[in-house]
Each structure stands twice: as C-alpha cells, then as structure tokens.
C-alpha cells in the first residue's frame, strides 16, 4: 500500500533510514567493485561420503572494500539485485570460475568440477543459456563440468517459463542444482520435470541434526526423495563428525561445510585439494 505524503515521515524510522543508507553506499561502491578488483572468489569443497575424493567446488563471492572492510555476500547480493547490477557481477563470477576451472584442469585436476550460484534476476534474462555457452567454449571447459545452483524460488511466479529455461540450459549440457533446498515451495512434480541433477539440502536443516529429531526426520526424507528420483544429494554446513555420520548412515551423496573446509582463495584450496588427494 502507498502511504500519503503526510503519513509517510511515521513509518520511515531511523533504523529504516540508517539501512537505506547502507543500501545506497553499498551500491554506489559496488559501482566501483568490478573496476577496481575488489572482488573475489573464494571456492568450498563437495566432498564425496562414501570416499572423502572431492568432485567439485562452490565458487562463492567475497568482496574487501579498501574503506567498509569485508561485506559479506548476503548483505550485497540483495542490493546488487535490487539495482541490477548483479546482471554485471553474476556474469564475470561466471567468466572468473570457469576459467578458474580451466586452470585447475590444465594443473592437473583433470576432472574438477565447479558449481556457480546463479541470481533469479539472472536466470530470467533469455540471453543466459548463449552466455553460459560462449563463456564455456572460450576456455574449452566441458558444459558438464559446470553445476549452476538455483533456488527453488526461480520457479516460483512462473513455472512454465522456469521449466523452459532449465530444459534451454540442460540442453546446453550444464549441470542444475536446487541450493537451500527445503526453505521453498518447489512441489515433487516440479523437481522432476525440472531434471535437477543435484538438492543443496540446506544448513538450517542440517545444524541441529544431532538434537533435533524433526529436521533428522526432513533430511533423510529429503536423501530418500532425492534417491527415489534420480538425484544427487548434498549437505551444507556441515560443521560435526556427528552430523556427517548421520548423514552417511542416511545414503547423503555429498557434504559441505566447515568440518572439511571453509571458502579457500583459489590457491590455498589448490593445496588442500593436492594434499587430499592424487589427481
Ligand atoms: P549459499 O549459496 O547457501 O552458500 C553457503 C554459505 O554457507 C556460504 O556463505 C558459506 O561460506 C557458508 N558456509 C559454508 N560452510 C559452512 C558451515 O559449515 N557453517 C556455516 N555456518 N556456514 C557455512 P557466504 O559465502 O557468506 O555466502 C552467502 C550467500 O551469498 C550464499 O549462500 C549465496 O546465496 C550468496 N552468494 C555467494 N556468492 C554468490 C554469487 O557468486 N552469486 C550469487 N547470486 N549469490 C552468491
Ligand atoms: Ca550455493
Ligand atoms: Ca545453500
Ligand atoms: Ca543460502
């Protein structure tokens, strides 16, 4: 609803005025990010179950502003969105992680995979699919090598347009993950017209395995779904020899999370990966 003129002064609080303020700083040094190489990324090991080999790995953004310090991506991906100017940042951590990827392949680690997260602002534009091709054949990296994590929210408003694009990209031979999953609303029919190669189980469900009986119950009903369907599994946050026991015993695929590794830059996660295993 649209508040009249003289209403509005009561509703814009100073804590709405200091986060709209941050909103618009943020936004305005992001304008500069890109330029000035401020951001990064770092990358986070899916690491196998049953045999501790890592297949792939979750590029994730870090950005380090000379004057605000480290921001964290879940404070400015959202005003990125809202501003689109995460249209801009979301294709070079696509270009900057696909050629990351190809590097690693010519040192050696022939098969590593990565997986990159994916905007729902980027996922709509139709230009996408021609993007992720081109980014892919300049550096030779198989389509397949590359996992793109979306939410359940991009199938949301429009299921029809969602299931057309994710046919447009599978089609193109990339591979399609549902990150957090179990926070939205995607329905079991939906999964599976999608053909989602992999569920991100999400942390929330995860953290409190050893306690909480409730969210033991929802994630090996979600392992068992996922099996009955056809699909990998993942764990995030994965922080506990405890959880990652439980998780084993219910059939989990994968695991992500502090108890193996945080988000490394790329040449420390080098190191981890070379003195984990042989390539
Ligand atoms: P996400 O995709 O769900 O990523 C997982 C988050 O959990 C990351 O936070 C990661 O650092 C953190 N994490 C990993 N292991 C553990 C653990 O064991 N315990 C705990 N407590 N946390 C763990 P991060 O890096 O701060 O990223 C936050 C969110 O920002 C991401 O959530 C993702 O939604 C978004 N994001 C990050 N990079 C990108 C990007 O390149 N593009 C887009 N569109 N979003 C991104
Ligand atoms: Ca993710
Ligand atoms: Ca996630
Ligand atoms: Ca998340």
């Known amino acids: ?52 080999r890592v297949h792939s790995v979750e590029a994730l953004l870090r950005w380090n502003h000379p004057k605000l310090g480290a921001i964290s991506p879940a404070e400015f991906i959202p005003v ?45 534009q139709p230009q996408l699919p021609d993007l992720i091709s081109q980014i892919l054949d300049a550096s030779c990296v198989p389509p397949e090598a590359l996992e793109l994590e979306l939410t359940e929210g991009v199938a949301v408003d429009d299921p029809r347009a969602a299931t057309a694009t994710m046919d447009q990209l599978r089609a193109r031979g990339v591979r399609l993950s549902i990150d957090d999953f179990g926070t939205g609303y995607s329905s079991l029919s939906q999964l599976k017209r999608f053909q989602i190669y992999k569920l991100k189980i999400d942390q929330s469900f995860v953290q409190d395995l050893d306690h909480d009986g409730n969210d033991r ?52 996660l080098l190191q981890f990966l070379q003195s984990r295993q042989v390539p």
């Open 217 to 268: 119950a929802i994630v090996s009903a979600i392992i068992r779904m996922a099996q009955a369907l056809g699909m990998q599994t993942t764990a995030e946050g994965v922080e506990t020899e405890a959880q990652l026991q439980f998780l084993r015993d219910m059939g989990c695929d994968e695991a992500q999370g502090y108890y193996f590794s945080r988000p490394l830059p790329p040449d420390e």
């Open 80 to 124: 990125a969105e809202d501003t689109g100017q995460i249209l801009q940042i979301g294709e070079w951590v696509l270009r900057s992680a696909v050629q990351q990827l190809r590097d690693w392949r010519a040192a050696g680690l022939t098969d590593l995979k990565v997986a990159v997260n994916l905007s729902a602002i980027q996922f709509h």
């Open 1 to 52: 609803a649209k508040l009249d003129g003289r209403n509005t002064y009561r509703f814009f609080t100073p804590e709405m005025r200091a986060q709209s303020l941050r909103a618009l700083q943020l936004e305005n040094a992001l304008r500069r990010a890109l330029e000035r190489n401020e951001l990064q990324l770092h990358y986070q090991p899916q690491v196998r179950i049953r045999t501790g």
